[in-house]
Structures are given as C-alpha cells and as structure tokens.
C-alpha cells in the first residue's frame, strides 16, 4: 500500500482511482473481516450443538466446522447476503462429516452400535444436563437428533428442512418421534417428574 | 426432574467466556488462512453449493433431490403427477442411485416392475410394504434392503423414505439412498463376533469332573510337552484302601473318595504343579527339573506318600486309610520315550514299589522300550487269562417312551485288591501296546455268554475299540460266539469306541456290513471328539450315534452345547441314524435332550452301572423319574 503512494506522484490520474478502488476494496474487506468474525462468535455455538447432536465425535465436528467456516469467509461476500447463514455452514459442515465418515468407513469399517458408553448423568448443573442431553440424543436415529436440536435452536420447520435436506412432513414426523424417544430415555434414567409437580408436592409435604 | 426441565436446564446458559474465545479462535484461524491465500495469491476451492438454502424457490422433490446429490446420495423420487390415484405416477431416479444399482446413469428407464427386479426378491415385499405403508400413513420411515446389480453382485442399500408435499397435499415419495454395504458387513461381522465370544467355551476336556484335576491325556501330553523341551520328573502314585470295608464301595463312594484324595494332592504340591488322576487309585505329578531353592523329587514324592499313608479319608460316615506307593521316573531334556511311556514307567515303579514294600522306587531314566512294551503285553495278557475283569451293565432310556430299554456292557478292572475299577487306563495302555483285540474278544466272549443265559428281553450295547477292527478274524469270532451262546443278533449293538484308531477302514467296513448282516446294530461310541470324522457316518452301516459326553455334562448352561446337540441330531435323523446322549446327571437336561429329539440317554441320573447278576429278574421298566412325570402328562391329556 505504500508502494502504491510512491507511484501517485508520477501518474496523478489512474493512480488516484487505482489508489481509490483499493481503499475501496480494503475497506470493504475489513468491514467483511469484522462481520465474518462477528458471525462466527454468533453462531458457532448454535451451530456446534446441532451437529454435535448428529455426530458423536466431537473433534471430526470441530474439524468440519474450522473447514465450513473457512470456506465461508472465502465466499463471505456471497454468503453474508443469506437469509440464515448459519444454516448454509450447517450444510457445509454436515457434507465434510459425511464425506469424512465414508473416508474412514472405507479405511476400517466400524459399526455404528460402537459408541461410547451412556453415561449415568446424576443431573445437578447446567453442563451435566447438556451432556446428558447428548448422550441421548446419540441414542436416536442422527436426523431425528439433528431436527430436534435445531427446533431447540429456534429453526423453523421450514429452515430445518432446506438446511438438512428434508421434506417438511419428514421435519415434523422426526420432531415428535424424537421427543417421544428422549421422553423414554429420559424416563429410563429416572427423569420421570416434573418440577413443578414435585414442588407443589414438597409444599404439601411441609404443611 | 423431567425432560422439559432438563432441556430448560441445558439451555439455560449462554456461552461462556471461554467458549467465546474458542469461536474466536475459530474465526481467527479462517481468517488467517483466508488472508494468507490472498497473500500468497493461490484460491481456497470452495466445492459446495453456493445458494442460500432458504431462499431457493423450487418444490421439495427438486429440493431435497438437490441436497442428496450434493452430499453424494442418491434419490428415487416418485410423483403422483397431480392426480391422487395410485400407479398412475412418475418415476425416476438420480444419476448417483442408478450407479448404487449398478446401472450407467440414463440407461434404464425405471418402472415399477423394473424396479422390483432389482431388488433382492427376498426383499421385493418389506420394501413395498414399508413404502406403501409410509404413502398411506403419511410419514417418513427407512428400510434396509439388498439390491441385485446386473452382473450378479449384491449391494446393501439403506433408504430414507419421505413425503414429498405439494400446495399441502402429499404428492410423492423421495427416496434418499446410500449403499451399505460395507457397513453392513462390519455390522454382521460384530454380530458374528458377539456369538462366537459367547459360545467360546474353555476346553472341558482338560479337567477330570471329579477331581477337577486335568485329566489322563491332559498330563500325558504335558508330560510329552516336558520330555521334549526341559526333562524333569515325572511321579505316580498308587493308592489303595488299607482296610477292606465290609461292604465294596460304590461308584458313588469312589467318587468322594477320588476327590479327597485329588485335594489333599493339591494342598501337598502347591497350585503350580501339574498333577492329575491318570487311572484309577494312580495319579501322576510332574516336576520341572531340579535347581537349588526347590526340593528335589524324591524328597517331594517321600512326603506325597507319608502324608497319604497317614491321611484319615472319610467315606460313607467312615474313615479309612490308603496305602499309597511312589514310581518316580526322571527324564532328561530330548529322550525318546513319549509321555505316555514315561507314565507307563512311573506306574510300573510305583508297582514295583507296592511289590517290594518300600515306599518308593526311582528311576533314573526311562525303561528300554522293548522292556516296557513286553511288561504291558504280559498284564493285558495275564488279566485276561486269570479273568481279571468284570462285566457290568448301565441302563439306557428310550426317550420315547420313558423306558429302559437297552442295557451298556461296561468292562470293569480288578484291581490288586480285587475291587472292580474303571477300565479306562487299561484300556489306554492296551489300545497302545496292540493288545486290545485280546481284552475285546474276552468281552464279547463274556458278555454274550452273560447275555445268552438271560432272559434277553433288553437290546444290549457291547463295546469294540476301533483299533480291534482291523482283524480280520473279528467277524467271525463274534458270529461264533453269537451262536455258542444263543443270542438274539437283533439284541445287540456292537458300539466302536475309538473311532480314531480305525487302521484300516476296508477291515472296518467288512466287519460293519458283516455284523449288520447277521442282524447286529452297530453304533459309534464317543461321537464329536477325538478324530471321530463325519465322513464315518457317510461310509459306515452305522444304526446309533452316542454323542460325547464333554457336550452333555454342560448343556443346560452352554448353548455351544445346546447348539452342537439338537444340530447333531438333526443331522443325524436325516442320515437315518439315532441319537444317544451319556452323561446325563441330572433332570433338566434329560428334558432338554427330549426337546432336542435325543432319542436315548444314558447316565447316572437314568442309572448308574450294576454288576451283571448272571440270572436277572425281570425288572420293572420304569425308573423312578418318570413316575413323578406322570401325573403331569395325564393331567395334559
């Protein structure tokens, strides 16, 4: 850029617009560089969660999501003008993990029935009922997991469907059968009363 | 606490400052790279679709036909083409499922026939089903099914069958894709591998169900193991009661008293030492090769015995004493004598001891083969002469009927002290020494003279090692003795023991056929160990198969067990043969037998052996538990 300067004295004239465009441009990619990293802080959470949800192995999510995101900020300009631009690295993400899982199928086939072991959460804070959550959510089948973690993100129905690849009756069907099943799984951990019931119970009790 | 609470809980928090930092590293590292390519002026290839996923206005079959392809599945997609009647649709698929099918992309024109062709036939019917029961019910499902591709190989292909909608009407199936094959094969492999752990057993045959000591062939092998590799010593111990007790001990009082002494052996030289019963009252220890800390052989066996001669063993409410004598054989690294050999040795010191009345003998090394061979030659022979044996019979029930309805010849031994023992160890050195044709013709000699003066109204089992075979005499010294004692052939199965040492098969075969011509049965003893060979069942006459008893002592908790039985018989009753378990100690396993289609067995909980009383009554066919059976069988019809 300071070659540039240099240069403006001897041809004054396309200098000026040259020098122009590329304050331009570097304007511009800085005002990119600080939206893109505002995005990511935004929603890699949001959207860590929901593949996590699908895909056991927290390092092969990690290293899908470093990929999506990179790739994002070389399309930023294109992307940022998405109506949900999580949902486009949730596309991207998913298709490494595929494309990275069929890799490592391939080298050594392993059956999906090798997960790690369920944990037996004792549920007192707000990590032990995330890791709870996840364990069961890797009980269900990975896209009624996945559907549900959106929905619990604040997707729509119709944004689950376009961001997975899935009919909205399919979006619907998988909510409840996903609900239905972490009600079981939940109940067969012992979570079987609510809150509220046990409070009104305990007031009872003390009466 | 239930799930909406937990799910509340989960999602109670906002990122942490720590997880805040993590996105931004994130952010950072794409950034980083992204600048650094710009730098270095070379393009980061972005292979994925660049349309917002939420914006695109096309239908659902486009839609998600699109995503699949885009994450390399394939699709079939079939349209009802605006009309809600049946069959009247459109179908088609992707290029990437025509290439799961087998079929170069564009090639085939799928139609519904079409398509049920490619599929496995056994499957042709679950995937119409699960697809015909996803229309109607309006909602996603997957099913798992084979497809047939055009040269002849199978694929697994998993599908996940959707709804298609259209304006709020259903308005079509999408079917997304993906061949599993490999996964499927790993899936059946864990599968396979979960069964074989299970059904693993460890190998009974190592230990004696008495003593829970390893058995004779056990030890003789180690013995074998030891002469070939360090040398050692090897120690045999005879026993023998001191006192006679007024009445003979039965199986089951030899039983107890076997299995005190196998414990008091134990505590004396320790868990490490390999020690086992190798006959019956002769027991075998073997002892690594001297070195300085450990106590030398003879000092050991000196013990072994004083400690047995002063032990009090209690049996039936009685304590007895045993005299007990010590053959201790030494045996360097590489000698020629073979661990059966060298327990031959050992036992005939340990006699030689009982003989001289000193409590041991050494040997400093194995006896000279010609020497040991002719010493067993001359007991088998002398056995037979003095008639040494005794003949007992074991009943056998039909299952059928829930009768007894044959009778097992089984040869007992006297011993030195005159009691009758069981034969097996004699058995093993005359079968070795080539001197069981002998002790066989004794039997059948004896047996059926026993067998002629009766009344004949059970089917008797009389046993012939398979080694006897090869003599060519032996057909017609059994159709002689058949007609000296004036049995009825229809009465007696001949059951070959040993199917191992069949020499000579032609021999085998001659007496087979021959001995069924003169109306014989015949049977193999001790089915599925040993080398007893399928192929005995395809070329010899055989009429009855008597599974060993190491998959019947087990089989109410090994399904192995359970497994190799009812597979057995099946086989078995195919091939015209019937099926006889031994063993058989308790009731539940004769119910399981029953239900396996065994159609006799054989054991102490059917009856144990009996002396053969030379006039027998006519007994009541009916053993005591079937009687207790019977009230529930009426109360069933």
């Known amino acids: 850029m300071i070659g540039v300067e240099g240069t403006a004295a001897l041809t004054p004239e396309p200098a000026d617009s040259e020098a122009a465009r590329k304050a331009e441009a570097a304007r511009l990619k800085a005002e990119h560089d600080q939206e893109f990293a505002d995005f990511v802080e935004d929603s890699y959470h949001t959207v860590e969660r929901i593949l996590r949800a699908g895909c056991w192995d927290r390092e092969v999510v990690q290293d899908a999501l470093n990929e999506a995101y990179l790739l994002g900020r070389v399309q930023w300009p294109k992307i940022r003008t998405y109506t949900k631009r999580a949902g486009w690295v949730i596309t991207t993400a998913r298709n490494k993990i595929r494309k990275d899982g069929e890799r490592r199928q391939r080298e050594a086939p392993v059956a999906p029935e090798d997960l790690p072991p369920e944990p037996h959460p004792d549920i007192a804070d707000v990590w032990a009922a995330q890791e709870a959550l996840r364990a069961w959510l890797h009980q269900l089948p990975s896209r009624h997991a996945e559907v549900f973690q959106m929905s619990r993100e604040g997707f729509s129905n119709q944004e689950i469907a376009r961001v997975l690849g899935l009919t909205e009756n399919s979006v619907r069907s998988y909510k409840v059968a996903a609900r239905k099943r972490l009600r079981e799984l939940a109940e067969a951990a012992g979570y079987t009363e609510s809150k509220d019931r046990s409070r009104q119970g305990g007031s009872r009790g003390s009466r | ?637």
Not at chain 2, 491 to 505: D, G, M, Q, S
Request: hydrophobic letters at 40%.
């Open chain 2, 1 to 637: 606490m239930d799930l909406d609470d937990i799910l509340a809980l989960a999602e109670a928090s906002q990122p942490s400052p720590l997880e805040l930092a993590r996105a931004r590293r994130v952010a950072r590292a794409a950034q980083g790279q992204y600048d650094h390519s710009l730098a270095k002026g070379y393009e980061i290839i972005v292979d994925t679709d660049l349309v917002d996923p939420l914006t695109a206005d096309v239908d659902e079959a486009t839609r998600v036909g699109r995503a699949a392809q885009l994450a390399k599945l394939g699709t079939i997609t079939w349209t009802t083409g605006g009309g809600k009647t049946q069959g009247s649709g459109r179908l088609a698929w992707s290029d990437e499922m025509a290439i799961i099918f087998g079929h170069a992309p564009g090639t085939l024109r799928l139609t519904p026939e079409a398509l049920g062709q490619l599929v496995h036939p056994a499957d042709v019917e679950m995937v119409r089903g699960a697809v015909k029961a996803a229309w109607e019910e309006s909602r996603p499902d997957e099913v798992g099914f084979r497809v047939i591709q055009p040269g002849g190989s199978i694929r697994h292909v998993h599908c996940h069958l959707e709804i298609l909608t259209t304006e709020g009407e259903p308005s079509g199936i999408i079917a997304t894709g993906v061949d599993v094959t490999a996964l499927e094969l790993a899936r059946q492999e864990h599968r396979r591998l979960a069964i074989r752990d299970e059904m693993l057993c460890a190998d009974l045959a190592v230990q004696d169900t008495v003593t829970g000591l390893p058995t004779r062939s056990y030890l003789t092998d180690e013995v074998d193991r030891a002469r070939r590799s360090t040398g050692g010593a090897l120690v045999v111990l005879a026993t023998e009661p001191a006192t006679r007790l007024p009445d003979a001990l039965t199986d089951e009082d030899q039983d107890q008293l076997t299995a005190a002494v196998a414990q008091l052996l134990r505590t004396i030289v320790g868990a490490e030492v390999t020690c086992g019963l190798v006959g019956s009252g002769l027991w075998g220890v073997l002892l690594a090769p001297p070195d300085k800390h450990a106590e030398a052989a003879e000092t050991l066996a000196a013990r072994i015995v004083d400690t047995f001669r002063s032990h009090l063993f209690s049996v039936r409410q009685k304590t007895m004493r045993l005299s007990t004598w010590a053959g201790l054989v030494h045996f360097g690294s590489g000698v020629l004598a073979t661990g059966f050999d060298l327990l031959v040795d050992g036992e005939h010191a340990a006699r030689d001891a009982r003989r001289n009345a000193t409590p041991i003998t050494v040997l400093d090394q194995p006896v000279a083969d010609k020497d040991r061979t002719d010493r067993c030659r001359s007991r088998v022979r002398r056995a037979v002469a003095a008639n040494r044996f005794a003949l007992y019979a074991q009943p056998i029930v039909d299952l059928h009927l829930n009768q007894v309805t044959r009778h097992e010849i089984l040869l007992r031994v006297r011993s030195d002290t005159g009691d009758a023992v069981a034969p097996w160890a004699f058995l093993d050195m005359a079968e070795r020494v080539g001197e069981i044709l002998t002790v066989d013709q004794w039997v059948i000699d004896h047996a059926l003279e026993l067998i002629g003066r009766g009344a004949q109204t059970s089917h008797y089992q009389v046993n012939i090692s398979g080694k006897s075979l090869a003599d060519p005499g032996l057909l017609t010294y059994v159709t002689e003795a058949i007609h000296r004692h004036n049995v009825k052939p229809e009465c007696l199965t001949f059951e070959i023991t040993e199917t191992a040492l069949i020499e000579n098969r032609n021999e085998a075969l001659a007496f087979a056929t021959g001995i069924r011509q003169i109306g014989c049965r015949l049977a193999l003893d001790d089915f599925g160990t040993g080398y007893a060979a399928l192929a005995h069942l395809k070329f010899l006459p055989v009429d009855l198969v008597k599974i060993d008893g190491m998959f019947i002592i087990d089989l109410c908790r090994s399904p192995a067990d359970q497994a190799v039985v009812s597979n057995l018989v099946e086989l078995c009753h195919t091939l015209g043969i019937r099926v006889a378990a031994e063993y058989v100690q308790d009731e539940e396993t004769i119910e399981l037998l029953k239900s396996s289609g065994v159609d006799f067995a054989q054991g102490y909980q059917t009856g144990r052996p009996e002396p053969i009383a030379v006039s027998p009554e006519q007994q009541v066919q009916t053993i005591e538990f079937e009687l207790s059976l019977l009230p529930q069988q009426t109360a069933m019809g």
